[in-house]
């Protein structure tokens, strides 16, 4: 039985430009950049199981990135058609490939201890 086929993506030709600035950029995170050439690698019509080769990465990663891609082009677009600037375009474009807030451990002290031992 063949697997479905993913949602191919689009991207504006400034899009484009930005995703490959984020991947030439050296100071850019590690996680960041590889996101970036996975929307460009799907944009290039690649499947999911051409990227999760080419990048090593797992193929359920692959998935959530295209799909939070997917989700955010609404608003990249609206954007664009906005005019914002590129500063701008390309920090949505980072906002969409950040991880998401994450639960963390709960605190251990509240605010009242802290002061006292501080003090």
Do not use: Y
């Not at 990249?76 to 914002?84: D, F, Q, S």
């Amino acid at each position: 039985m063949p697997s479905p086929k993913a949602m191919p993506i689009t991207l504006s030709s400034r899009q484009q430009v930005l995703l490959k600035q984020l991947v030439r950029c050296g100071s850019n995170p590690h996680r960041l950049v590889r996101r970036a050439q996975l929307v460009l690698a799907a944009a290039a019509g690649k499947s999911n199981t051409e990227i999760n080769q080419h990048l090593e990465l797992d193929r359920g990663q692959v998935r959530l990135w295209r799909n939070r891609w997917l989700a955010a082009s609404v608003e990249l677009a609206v954007a664009e058609i906005e005019g914002v600037s590129d500063e701008k375009l390309i920090k949505l474009i980072e906002q969409v490939l950040s991880d998401e807030a994450r639960e963390g451990t709960p605190n251990f002290f509240n605010t009242e201890q802290v002061i006292q031992i501080v003090a």
